[in-house]
Nanobody
């Protein structure tokens, strides 16, 4: 099982980036997907997640209204569109897979598959 996060980079404050999380050997039909981030010197934070049937999407207050999570089941890929980026959004971003039985949550211990992170740096 592999989750491949990509799309990170350097962006100016106020700019946008789109992160991708491509899944292999598991499908979005049976797993929810969460996005997490870890800023330097801080604990990892769950920022968004989506259920396996796309009925429910959660956003943390820190990103609500600025980030949008979407899924493409044909590509077995989940996206995180990030807009109005702030320096405090600088972090390594991770995606992870959550089995259906766990419900919709950003509790890390419920996630069973994790991808490597992608670094997002927001700076002028």
């Amino acid at each position: 099982v592999q989750l491949q996060a990509s799309g990170g980079g350097l962006v100016q404050p106020g700019g946008s980036l789109r992160l991708s999380c491509a899944l292999s050997r598991i499908t979005l039909d049976y797993y929810g997907i969460g996005w997490f981030r870890q800023a330097p010197g801080k604990e990892r934070e769950g920022i968004s997640c989506v259920s396996n049937n796309d009925d429910n999407i959660y956003y943390a207050d820190s990103v609500k209204g600025r980030f949008t999570l979407s899924r493409d089941t044909a590509k077995n890929t989940v996206y995180l569109q990030m807009s109005s980026l702030k320096p405090e959004d600088t972090a390594v971003y991770y995606c992870a897979a959550l089995p259906i039985i766990a419900g919709l949550t950003v509790k890390e211990d419920r996630y069973i598959f994790w991808g490597r992170g992608t670094l997002v740096t927001v700076s002028s």
